[in-house]
């Protein structure tokens, strides 16, 4: 009898395959954004779910997965609106972090992380804005990927800020990722990566010296022929870069639901509520384009930077799941420096594939970051370096 994780908020519904690909034989999860025929997404919230509809159709990315032979079992709990990487939903029963249960699972794709790191599925997919795939996948101890900005259709998805948003997915070894990637990606030429970086400012945030070592130690065992360069940030700073985040994500979520919530009154948590209220505050233009104008100028330079044979390495985190018993404002400071980590690929619109690195504290994540369109060639590599690291 497997443990209940709180990952779902709607199971066994095992909607059977629709054609017998290569995931034939594999259960999925989905957060509770995606549509699904004659189903209403919540968006994690109970004022959403009574105001909106039942799909008509499965979301394309849904669809190509039950095609290929997967069976979805059920819908997972995510953060309200996506807006937040904590993991945990004031409407929900806490869902549980297999890896670490004192901790959180991290946000917002909460309940599919927990589902494939409890063993309930074979993987799950979610969205990641902020880090909602990202995040989740290194505190629970999975592999997860955001793919190229752009790489996978978004229809029939619930957006928080359509300039970030992408659909990822999360197993718990690196030959499933590829797998799943395989199916849900287009067709991408495949090179060899010849160039390998280590982002100086990334590894500054690391201030536990164990993190750092246990991360460097486990890329020693990996990789033991890479020779890594240290670089710095193109064209900005962290802090930069987390800042343009914010305020395009702010903007957009304002955008894509402010009439919605003026109409609705919707009860939100605390942290929603805050970070609502800060996004419809966001009317001066210049501050956006400003903004817009930092998102082009990094994303070229990464671009440049990485090109088709580049690989930047970074922490996934700059720490293990934080615990449940953390104050509030604390969890705020940890959401805030985790960010800083985050926004490098989500800015850039680059792919991201986190690899889970064990640590006495529970699961911490190593990241690699590729080029533009290289998200195949990403996961090969991927899969091929990493064929021993079990997740979950």
Request: glycine share 10%; with cysteine; aromatic share 8%.
């Amino acid at each position: 009898m497997k443990k209940d994780y709180g990952a779902f908020i709607e199971d066994q519904m095992n909607l059977a395959p629709t054609g017998n690909g290569d995931l034939r034989g594999r259960s999925f999860a989905v957060k509770d954004i995606f549509a699904i025929k004659d189903h209403v997404s919540s968006a994690g919230n109970p004022d959403w779910l009574k105001t909106h509809q039942a799909a008509e159709a499965d979301a394309p990315a849904v669809a190509v997965l039950r095609k290929n032979g997967a069976l979805l079992r059920g819908v997972t709990v995510t953060d309200e609106l996506m807006y937040s990487l904590k993991g945990d939903n004031i409407h929900f029963p806490p869902t549980i972090n297999p890896a670490v249960p004192d901790a959180f699972t991290g946000g917002s794709s909460s309940g599919s992380a927990a589902a494939v790191a409890g063993g309930q599925v074979d993987f799950a997919i979610g969205t990641d804005t902020g880090g909602s795939v990202r995040i989740p996948s290194a505190y629970c101890g999975l592999f997860g990927i955001r793919p190229t900005h752009g790489a996978i259709s978004l229809e029939g998805v619930i957006p928080l800020a359509p300039s970030f948003d992408t659909v990822g997915w999360m197993a718990r070894c690196a030959k499933g990722l590829e797998n799943i990637g395989s199916c849900l990606l287009p067709e991408q030429p495949l090179h060899s990566y010849t160039r390998f970086y280590m982002l100086q400012e990334a590894w500054d945030l690391i201030r536990d010296p164990s993190v750092r070592e246990t991360l460097m130690d486990f890329i020693r065992k990996t990789c033991p022929a890479m020779t890594t360069q240290p670089v710095p940030l193109p064209v900005s700073s962290l802090p930069e870069i987390a800042e343009t985040f914010r305020i395009i994500q702010g903007t957009e979520a304002w955008q894509m639901h402010g009439a919605w919530i003026e109409r609705t009154h919707p009860a939100f948590g605390r942290d929603i509520a805050g970070r609502f209220e800060a996004a419809s505050r966001m009317t001066d233009h210049a501050p956006f384009e400003k903004a817009a104008t930092v998102k082009a100028q990094f994303s070229q330079a990464m671009a440049r930077m990485t090109q088709a044979n580049g690989l930047i390495l970074i922490p996934t985190t700059y720490g293990p799941a934080p615990k449940r018993a953390a104050s509030f404002e604390e969890s705020e400071r940890v959401r805030s420096r985790t960010m800083q980590l985050t926004c490098i690929a989500g800015v850039s619109g680059l792919p991201q594939v986190t690899v889970p690195v064990p640590h006495p504290d529970g699961p911490i994540g190593l990241s690699f970051i590729s080029g533009r369109g290289t998200d195949r060639q990403l996961l090969r590599w991927a899969a091929a370096h990493f064929a021993g690291t079990e997740g979950g």
